[in-house]
């Protein structure tokens, strides 16, 4: 290999700011399974860097559509502080749309067409936009924690002044070659429920708590079945 080559790569594989992140936030909080949330809340889920490229694309799709979208009213990358986790601070991330004509929480995520399949097919809506999940646990859990997550970020717009009234995932699959972005991308649209983010923090913070107490002890935490670090990682 050439020497260009290796310090292309080297370059590719350093530390990005998410990783060097040492507090936990919205995308972490919904995570459905106790065991895992509790070590990240303390700092010690040993999670193995492998590099993968999916993130990267996702990342590199994201600051696209932040340079592209020029919307007017429309707030790109918003920091926002969606609440506190008692004794261990602030829970702050970054929304990456938000609508302020309609209150619209926006949230992308690149995934391949086979996860968007299942996730478009795995959700229900009543007559108020309220969802319900019908799927094996592992497309749950992914899903249910992206739902939580945008209920955070919600709860964070509203922290900050503004009007919340839905949130959208945006789906786009980075697994395409010739199809268009108007048939091959996905919307899925739900009411903001404050109460759902209420009851995320709410359980973080009982899990921290318990967490600290039993530090030696967190096995005893339920594992979700759909959670793939406990299935294959431990």
């Excluded at 268009?180 to 429920?193: I, R, T």
Aim: aromatic content about 10%.
């Amino acid at each position: 290999m050439s020497e260009i080559y290796d310090n292309i790569i080297r370059e590719l594989t350093k530390p990005s700011e998410r990783d060097k992140q040492r507090k936990v936030g919205p995308s972490e909080l919904g995570d459905l399974c106790e065991r895992c949330l509790a070590e990240k809340l303390l700092g010690v889920h040993d999670e193995e860097k492998t590099h993968p490229l999916a993130p990267m694309i996702g990342t590199a799709f994201h600051l696209y559509l932040e340079n592209t979208i020029g919307l007017e009213g429309y707030l790109k990358e918003t920091r926002v502080t969606v609440g506190e986790i008692e004794g261990y601070g602030e829970i702050r991330g970054t929304a990456d749309g938000f609508d302020t004509t309609t209150g619209h929480v926006v949230d992308y995520k690149v995934l391949s067409k086979k996860k968007i399949k299942a996730f478009s097919s795995a959700t229900f809506f009543d007559e108020d936009r309220n969802p319900e999940f019908y799927s094996d646990s592992l497309t749950e859990g992914q899903l249910k924690k992206y739902y939580y997550q945008m209920m955070l970020y919600g709860l964070g717009m509203e922290n900050a002044g503004y009007e919340v009234n839905h949130t959208s995932l945006i789906l786009f699959p980075r697994d395409c070659t010739v199809e268009s972005v108007m048939s091959a991308s996905h919307e899925l649209c739900f009411k903001y429920n404050r109460e759902a983010a209420l009851n995320v923090l709410e359980r973080a913070n009982q899990i921290f708590k318990w967490a600290t107490e039993n530090r030696d002890n967190l096995e005893e935490l339920d594992s979700h079945p759909g959670c793939y670090y406990c299935t294959f990682k431990r």
